[in-house]
């Protein structure tokens, strides 16, 4: 009778009839075909062969992997076949690139992950042909951000201990990073803002510049406010202006032309200010599906148009060419065509302009008036920041079947990614002169976080609750006071960043600092998907789905930590995650234990209160801002948006996004009555649901 498997480590496990109807029902969900008690048949088939072949001896995985493809063949399930075959030599090559990698056993390098890599990330020769492993990916971005130290020993050994970061997916930088570190290329930032001057040549000087920096892979964020209205009187040649809509347009058609890198698009964010004459234009362009593709937008609110706001009154309309009032509009009218916008398109957003030059560092160099396109880095015109993230759910350990936060190695994991993010700055290669003056000028970096949807599982504690927010305001207390000591360390040893004096440390009594701001909050899109985590600090978008790869290739994907709580609690099958696929929700599924459903909410499971609520913990102890998508469910109301907008406001969130399912012509995610499964795009990690996220 055959009891046992050989498993590729050559332990023995027990053999179970049900892992092989699980891995063959697995298949055909990915194959798209009705499955009728296919997966069933099947399997009695294999288990027969493998009865009959196995009576005196142990069978291998590979064994019985190998009995499974000439079933399939045997039955006429040729595509069956050909998929299944095609996702064991991933497989295999995977394992190979661990061992090479030195990966633990524990970390896991997903068929996607390593497909994003091999299309995104890994060198290429001139012919297209990938000259470099995962292994050597992290080496050369190891040596290349080590490099700039002085010392020789000291080189060395933070060389290793980057490799060992970043190889063990404990930390991973913005793609830029990844992508360019030790190349030609040499541009390392993902983030950029530039400046939008009132005049025809300072314009094209901008648009030449974002072109160079969207080739090298970065995106950009600008703030329109400075353009005279349409309407307005050109000296120069007696005509009138056409405003910042129209030249939005030319640089959304520059970010068509030049794709990022030739490995990704560009990515825009546009912004203008509330008081501007052609606010209302600004707010109703995306209603034409056609326009600004390519860019984010938000409207740059005050403190004195919210005040307004609440009193219902008018304010007035400032053209920059002259600094005078030629207008008035009522504020709730504009704060409700915002709102209304909002839900119908996802755009605009808002950024609270006066929150973020209040909590700037530099503000005595000038005001901010743009962020990047996702809104969680607010610079100075010609200032760029580098980002980097921890992986929070490799920060995790278990005692006596709990789970704790390891508090000693996020220490340490902290104290390396500044480190090796204040290093970015001096081997980075900018795009021109006035960027690498300004980036130096203030030594931004952004350290943030991903995988917070695991680790609030892992600890046991609902997304959507009082004790999430209390530990995520402890987390990332934590976090931005030990990343601040790390940054008053290096300045001792380097020097504080230039424009240190008269800046808020200055003013606070602090005697040194290497940057200006240290941490960030990031929608950590494809570096998510390589670490294996969820993005940035959003829920889960679905417990189990189908992932769209690469020429038509479905993969059936479902979340590990689900996965291995479902098989440990005895409640696991392959029929189960295909119900959960259907919507991407467990919450109405009942063979799932109620606790379990409790902590595996969805972004639309959640109530928008408490997406905005989250974003404001991490807020309040981050220097930067907070990248947070406040996902919407397709029935959600306007007065829902106009909810999360006020309480934003309320709750000093220097911006916020919403999303509305189905309020955009191009999703990265689908999920409804004419999909089979929820079905996402082979890049989204969650959070920012738009094409154009540049992490």
């Not at 709102?339 to 302009?353: E, L, Q, R, S, Y």
């Not at 670490?531 to 038509?552: D, Q, T, Y």
């Not at 996965?563 to 696929?581: C, D, P, T, V």
Request: net charge positive; glycine share 6%; aromatic share 8%.
């Amino acid at each position: 009778m055959l009891t046992k498997v050989k498993k590729r480590n050559g332990k023995l496990e027990k053999f179970e009839e049900k892992k092989i109807t699980d891995a063959i029902q697995k298949a055909i969900i990915a194959s798209g075909k009705k499955d009728g008690n296919l997966a069933k048949r099947l399997s009695e088939k294999v288990v027969s062969i493998l009865y009959e072949r196995y009576k005196r001896k142990i069978p291998s995985v590979e064994n019985i992997q190998d009995t499974v493809i000439e079933v399939f063949q045997k039955s006429g399930q040729k595509k069956l076949a050909e998929s299944y075959i095609d996702y064991r030599k991933k497989k295999d090559e995977i394992r190979k690139l661990r061992k090479k990698l030195g990966i633990k056993e524990d970390v896991k390098l997903t068929v996607n992950a390593f497909e994003v890599l091999k299309r995104r990330y890994l060198l290429k020769d001139e012919n297209g042909n990938i000259i470099e492993t995962p292994a050597k990916l992290f080496k050369r971005v190891a040596h290349a951000i080590a490099k700039v130290e002085e010392k020789k020993r000291e080189r060395k050994k933070l060389e290793t201990e980057f490799f060992r970061m970043l190889s063990n997916l404990e930390f991973l930088p913005n793609t830029p990073t990844l992508m360019n570190a030790g190349t030609k290329i040499g541009q390392l930032s993902a983030c950029f803002v530039l400046p939008v001057d009132d005049s025809l040549e300072g314009i094209f000087e901008t648009l030449k510049i974002s072109a160079l920096v969207h080739q090298s892979g970065g995106g950009t964020g600008f703030a329109f406010s400075r353009l005279r209205p349409k309407g307005d009187i050109v000296k120069s040649t007696k005509g009138v202006a056409s405003g910042p809509v129209t030249f939005m347009t030319i640089f959304d058609k520059e970010t068509d032309v030049i794709k990022q890198g030739g490995k990704r698009r560009g990515a825009n964010m546009g912004i203008l200010r509330v008081d501007h004459p052609d606010i209302l234009d600004f707010i109703t362009v995306k209603n034409n599906p056609n326009m600004l593709s390519n860019f984010n937008i938000s409207v740059a609110v005050t403190d004195k148009f919210m005040n307004a706001v609440f009193k219902n009154k008018d304010y007035s309309l400032i053209n920059p060419r002259t600094g005078k009032t030629v207008g008035k509009l009522n504020a709730k009218f504009v704060f409700d065509m915002i709102v209304k916008n909002a839900w119908k398109t996802g755009d605009p957003g808002v950024v609270f302009i006066d929150e973020i030059n209040r909590r700037n560092p530099t503000r005595h160099i000038g005001e901010i008036e743009s962020t990047n396109p996702c809104g969680e880095q607010p610079l100075h015109p010609y200032d760029s920041c580098n980002l980097g993230s921890i992986n929070m759910s490799k920060m995790i350990k278990r005692r006596k079947r709990k789970y704790g936060i390891d508090w000693s190695k996020l220490k340490k994991t902290i104290k390396l990614a500044v480190r090796f993010l204040d290093d970015v700055i001096d081997a980075n290669k900018y795009p021109v002169r006035e960027i690498d003056r300004m980036t130096k000028s203030n030594r931004r970096i952004g350290l943030g976080v991903m995988g917070w949807a695991e680790t609030l599982i892992l600890l046991g504690v609902r997304y959507n609750s009082k004790d999430a927010l209390k530990l995520a305001e402890r987390i990332m207390r934590f976090i931005e006071t030990e990343s601040h000591k790390e940054s008053m360390k290096l300045a001792r040893k380097k020097g504080s960043f230039p424009n240190f004096k008269g800046s808020l440390w200055w003013k606070k009594g602090y005697r040194k600092m290497r940057n200006a701001t240290v941490t960030t909050i990031a929608p950590t899109g494809t570096i998510s998907i390589i670490a294996g985590s969820s993005s940035g600090i959003e829920p889960l978008f679905a417990v189990s789905f189908m992932r769209n790869v690469l020429e038509g290739t479905t993969l059936f994907e479902v979340n590990p930590v689900f996965e291995k709580i479902a098989k440990e609690r005895g409640f696991y099958s392959a029929e189960l995650l295909e119900k959960i696929a259907k919507s991407g929700s467990v919450q109405n599924i009942r063979e799932i234990p109620a606790d379990i459903r409790e902590l595996f909410v969805t972004a639309l499971d959640i109530k928008p209160e408490w997406h905005v609520r989250m974003q404001a913990a991490f807020q309040k102890y981050t220097d930067n801002a907070v990248s947070k998508t406040i996902n919407l469910p397709h029935n959600a109301t306007v007065e829902d948006v106009r909810k999360a907008y006020l309480l934003a406001y309320k709750l000093k969130c220097k911006g916020i996004t919403v999303f509305r399912y189905g309020s955009k012509p191009q999703q990265v995610l689908y999920i409804g009555p004419h999909e089979k499964h929820v079905s996402a795009e082979s890049e989204y990690a969650g959070g920012c649901p738009f094409p154009y996220c540049p992490h």
